[in-house]
């Protein structure tokens, strides 16, 4: 049963739009049968290329756009379907040209350049696997993911490979082919750019089965050493419908996830899930940049924004004046992901662009949108939203006798019914860990949150950060979205640190606005207002001004790293750690 892409539209989407339960068949209660319907129709098998380009190559949409590339130098480069799908295909004879074949493990490691998306697409299209890492790691935690991801290509610059790569590259024993992207390829390696244009611009994609891995994706290590998640193909219905539910992507939406397919949401938002929704996405090879991402909104006319809140503070950090040339009024839907929202930003932000951001809630585990202020729905500022169709989760703490559920308004550890297509089949190299998440029937997060009586999640904190302070439990985010309330905050980091008499008392580190001075006026104002706002038991005692605070390249301050110099502890896997500016 061949079907059209418009029946993703039409059996997700809608109810995307309405706010309206899932449609289900008469004889099906699938809360995904509209995607599942969809994918199941190519000759038995299922390959995430296929559904994210052959089909709607096929289904006569290979003109549109599917990529509008922003070099960092100004340039434009529009990718249709039909460009991409014929790059992935190149790529994928370049693989199979050099006997590599279904199940072997290709590493990106590049900046967000079309030959990225090219090698992702191609390297599912061939069957192997994709995994991609941040271009600005450092020699040591390239080398690290690619032994224990078992490499066999690795696809990068020349300026990379020489710099990070080469001294070692001989010691990875199942490391075989090197591709280089753009000039200068190494006698060592292959240039890759004359290989795509003499191979065969068509290939027909690999029949994989709906367990066959596809990409490995690294966790962003903010809590410990990083995790290899590994994701099968059959996580493309959640991507399918994910996309369409809780981020209102439909054939034509021009979209724009800022995030690096070095981490999760750059890969499953910021390639599968909108490509399969046939969107048009917007790429910007740059990093952040004020100036920069406000007129991309507005030149490129982007309806559908994804970003972060670190990303969303550092906006606000930089005042209303800063957005006011701006026109804003094509965005028509805003999230975010990656950390807790502060209440705060989601006002700013109605403020600012007409539309709150929406926070949502995943994991590089869960491989897709679990917890989500979806379209349509009433956004309660502080939430993290409610579950998806088809997920159950709930708040559950061990009991004598296992995991129980708790009730409406209490705290525990949030978790999820296993058995949704996107889910984690594995932690590579670490069953034992992979085995800890599941317990009683449940897939454990991590994280702490609270259910309200009207079914809102909301996040208190890392099951390590939550603070027990003279019989208070005290998540930093409540704290840290406190601190930022105050004028001159930026951004915080709340800590709990030894006390003799309260057990642990609340520290904050915070970094300020411009315009304002770190003094102990400051200070004190500063705690003041957090006292008035908090009381006096669940007010940070101490405030140390930061230029920055320690985060993770995928943006997430690192509470742990403050609290091991705190303690005078070991730092623990700093392989991930962006900035850190005392
Ligand atoms: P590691 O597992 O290596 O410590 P990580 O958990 O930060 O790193 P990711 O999988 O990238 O790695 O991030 C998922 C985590 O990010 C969640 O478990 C949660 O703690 C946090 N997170 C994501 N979205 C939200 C959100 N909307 N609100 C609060 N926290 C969020
Ligand atoms: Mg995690």
Not at 20 to 33: L, Q, V, Y
Not at 257 to 279: E, F, K, Q
Not at 379 to 393: C, Q, Y
Request: proline share 6%; aromatic share 8%.
């Amino acid at each position: 049963m061949t079907q059209d892409s418009d029946t993703l539209a039409s059996g997700v989407g809608e109810y995307a739009d309405t706010g309206a339960a899932p449609k289900t068949s008469n004889t099906s209660d699938d809360p995904w049968e509209g995607a599942r319907n969809l994918i199941d129709g190519w000759q038995g098998g299922i390959n995430i290329a296929h559904e994210a380009l052959d089909r709607h190559v096929a289904q006569g949409h290979g003109d549109q756009i599917a990529i509008r590339w922003l070099g960092k130098d100004g340039s434009k480069q529009d990718l249709s379907y039909s460009d991409l799908s014929e790059l992935a295909s190149r790529f994928a004879h370049v693989l199979t040209a050099h006997g590599l074949s279904k199940g072997d493990s290709v590493f990106a490691l590049m900046g967000r350049v079309p030959e990225l998306y090219a090698t992702a697409l191609g390297t599912l299209k061939a069957g192997l696997i994709f995994t991609p890492l941040f271009s600005a790691f450092g020699p040591e935690p390239i080398r690290t993911r690619m032994e224990i991801g078992d490499a066999k290509v690795l696809v990068t610059t020349a300026s990379i490979y020489k710099r990070k790569i080469a001294k070692w590259r001989s010691e990875i024993p199942t490391l075989q082919l090197v591709l280089i992207v753009g000039e200068g390829a190494p006698d060592d390696c292959v240039a890759l750019g004359p290989s795509m244009a003499a191979a065969n611009p068509t290939f027909e994609t690999v029949k994989t089965a709906p367990e066959d891995p596809a990409l490995i994706h690294f966790t962003s290590g903010t809590t410990g050493k990083p995790k290899g998640a590994v994701h099968v193909h059959n996580a493309v219905i959640y991507h399918a419908f994910s996309g369409s539910y809780a981020l209102r992507l439909t054939p034509g939406t021009i979209y724009w996830c800022t995030a690096d397919p070095g981490w999760v949401t750059g890969t499953t938002y910021g390639i599968i899930s909108p490509l399969v929704n046939r969107v048009t996405m917007i790429v910007d090879e740059a990093e952040f940049d004020l100036d920069r991402w406000y007129s991309i909104i507005e030149k490129e006319r982007v309806e559908v924004w994804y970003s972060a809140p670190t990303a969303i503070r550092m906006m606000m950090r930089a005042g209303n004046e800063a957005a006011a040339n701006y026109d804003f009024s094509s965005l028509d839907f805003l999230a975010s992901v990656g950390e807790p929202l502060n209440p705060e930003a989601v006002i700013w932000s109605q403020e600012v662009f007409g539309q709150p951001f929406h926070d949502n809630w995943w994991q590089t585990e869960t491989g897709g949108i679990m917890i989500a202020n979806r379209p349509g729905a009433e956004v309660r500022p502080g939430s993290m939203g409610k579950p998806l169709p088809g997920i159950e989760a709930a708040i559950v703490s061990e009991t004598e006798d296992g995991f129980a559920e708790l009730g409406d308004g209490e705290i525990g550890e949030l978790a999820l019914r296993p058995g949704w297509p996107s889910m984690m089949r594995a932690y590579l190299n670490e069953a034992a860990r992979y085995q800890k998440c599941f317990k009683d029937g449940w897939y454990l997060s991590g994280d702490l949150a609270m259910r309200d009586t009207e079914g809102y999640f909301w996040f208190v904190g890392r099951a390590d950060d939550l603070i027990k302070t003279s019989g208070h439990l005290i998540g930093p985010f409540e704290v840290e979205s406190v601190l930022i309330e105050h004028e001159a905050v930026a951004e915080a980091g709340v800590i709990g640190v030894p006390d003799e008499t309260a057990g642990e008392r609340v520290k904050a580190y915070v970094t300020l606005n411009p315009g304002f001075d770190p003094d102990d006026a400051l200070e004190q104002s500063i705690r003041g207002h957090a006292r008035k706002k908090l009381g006096p038991a669940v007010a940070p005692r101490q405030i140390v001004f930061r230029n920055t605070l320690p985060k993770t390249r995928s943006g997430k301050i690192m509470r742990r790293l403050l609290k091991a110099r705190e303690l005078g502890l070991p730092e623990g896997d700093i392989s991930t750690l962006e900035t850190d500016e005392t």
